[in-house]
């Protein structure tokens, strides 16, 4: 069955006087073997390898595991952060009001096609920087408290949440590790953000960065060891991108049936412009799933209009991840 993906705790147990070896039990002892924690350490690798050699022959059968939101469900998203009003719509409302919009948009969905709606709070994490900062990286994170406020309104709200990246000079290595104990929970999921790492050395804004496929393919791998040791539905990734350079060697991302790779068009312009980035940018270099954004002042320049969600919906392939800011 798929679920063996999950079962670590088969391959890591130690009971009542019965120890395992290699995996398998061989025995029960009058008192239990002690086991170092370096052992188990190693067995815990060990168990972890064993489990992703599962879900590589699950990928290539093109199945799914147990929990998986896509491609049965669309997301729909509020970006932003509470700390600063102008990233988006999550933070430009107090809490409730902010809320009430986000259940209005899921609604319009749920009346645009005939998939189920989740929606989502996507929150800037960790934020691309002007100043250098003490370590030099152009990166600055969010306070715990505020990281855990707008997890508590997803969870209040049986809302998905999604922690976004931008690495500035840093890089995801460092990154990742710090929000895993937020990622461990069932329903946050993670955002990458390649126009904010600057593997130029140059400071933020001064430039679009980019993300290669290494780097996807470490998020989707770090994610997926979230996913084992602590027997997890499937996370999202979310990779924003609109344009070419901001991806490169996108034929190298790897799949993974714990990690749910969605390449989102997070461009802003009018209806024609954004039509023809996704086609270019998303549709023309395929990985996963496609996640299309609509935002709701820049979009508004030069007398333009806001894409309808049947508009969105009608596009191919169809976004399953839409996010507002």
Same mark, same amino acid.
């Given at each position: 069955m798929l679920s063996t993906v999950y079962r670590l705790a088969s391959l890591l147990l130690v009971v009542a006087g019965c120890s395992l070896v290699s *995996?398998?039990?061989? %025995?029960?002892?009058?008192? =239990? /073997?002690?086991?170092?924690?370096? !052992?188990?350490? @190693?067995?815990k690798l060990e168990a972890v390898r064993h489990d992703s050699l599962r879900a590589d022959s699950v990928a290539r059968v093109g199945g799914q595991l147990p929990g998986a939101i896509l491609p049965d469900a669309r997301i729909v998203a509020f970006y932003g952060n509470p700390l600063? @009003?102008?990233? %988006?719509?999550? %933070?430009?409302? =107090?809490?409730?009001?902010? $809320?009430?919009?986000?259940?209005? #948009?899921?609604?319009?969905?749920?009346?645009?096609?005939? +998939?189920?709606?989740?929606?989502? $709070?996507?929150?800037?994490?960790?934020? !691309?920087? #002007?100043d250098s900062g003490a370590d030099g990286k152009y990166r600055q994170a969010l306070p715990d408290s505020t990281i855990r406020r707008v997890v508590?309104?997803? #969870?209040?709200?049986?809302?998905?949440? *999604?922690?976004?990246?931008?690495? %500035?000079?840093?890089? $995801?290595?460092?990154? +990742? =590790? @710090? $929000?895993?104990?937020?990622?461990? &929970?069932?329903?946050?999921?993670?955002?990458?953000? =390649?126009e904010f790492s600057m593997k130029s050395g140059r400071r933020p804004g001064t430039e679009v960065g980019e993300f290669d496929a290494a780097d996807i393919n470490y998020a989707r791998q770090f994610l997926a060891r979230v996913v084992s040791e602590n027997q997890l539905p499937p996370k999202v990734l979310v990779v924003h991108r609109f344009r070419q350079d901001m991806v490169t060697n996108y034929q190298n991302i790897k799949l993974d049936p714990r990690v749910q790779i969605v390449m989102h068009m997070d461009g802003w312009g009018t209806p024609k412009v954004k039509r023809s980035s996704y086609r270019k940018f998303i549709k023309q270099e395929p990985?996963?799933?496609?996640?299309?954004?609509? *935002? &709701?002042?820049?979009? +508004? #320049? !030069?007398?333009?209009? &806001?894409? /309808?969600?049947?508009?969105?919906a009608a596009l191919t392939p169809s976004p399953l991840y839409i996010q507002y800011q």
């Open positions: *995996f398998g039990l061989v %025995g029960c002892e009058s008192t =239990p /073997t002690k086991v170092s924690a370096a !052992a188990l350490d @190693k067995r600063h @009003k102008a990233m %988006g719509i999550l %933070g430009q409302y =107090p809490k409730d009001e902010m $809320l009430r919009r986000l259940d209005r #948009r899921v609604a319009v969905w749920q009346q645009t096609d005939s +998939l189920p709606v989740r929606p989502a $709070l996507h929150m800037t994490a960790v934020i !691309a920087q #002007r508590e309104w997803g #969870r209040e709200r049986n809302a998905l949440v *999604f922690l976004d990246v931008q690495v %500035g000079l840093s890089d $995801l290595q460092h990154e +990742l =590790p @710090k $929000l895993k104990k937020y990622l461990q &929970l069932p329903f946050v999921h993670l955002g990458i953000d =390649p990985v996963e799933y496609t996640g299309f954004k609509i *935002f &709701l002042k820049n979009d +508004l #320049r !030069a007398n333009s209009r &806001l894409m /309808t969600s049947e508009e969105v």
